[in-house]
């Protein structure tokens, strides 16, 4: 019932790194942002300028699990292209 992702370019097969809260919350600046969808760590450093909700609502969430906010947002059908999955983040 929540938007999906795309499947990720094909990769060789490894396990994809893991990241603390602590961790993703480094990144909270328009030169280096990344958000948490659905335990997938994203950089979307580059979508910022074409977000279509704009830059601040993506910076609203830097550093920080946005997946009930996008999920409130955006169409059950939506499907969201991975900008740049960087791993996944561990339960805090």
Known sequence: P???FAPPPA???SMP???TCAEVAQHTTKEDCWVVVNNQV???TSFLDDHPGGMLAMLSFAGKDATDELNMIHPEDCTIVPLGVVG????C
């Open 88 to 91: 996944c983040r561990r339960q």
């Open 17 to 19: 790194k893991t990241y």
């Open 42 to 44: 994203l950089d979307v």
């Open 2 to 4: 929540y938007p999906q």
């Open 11 to 13: 990769a060789p097969m």
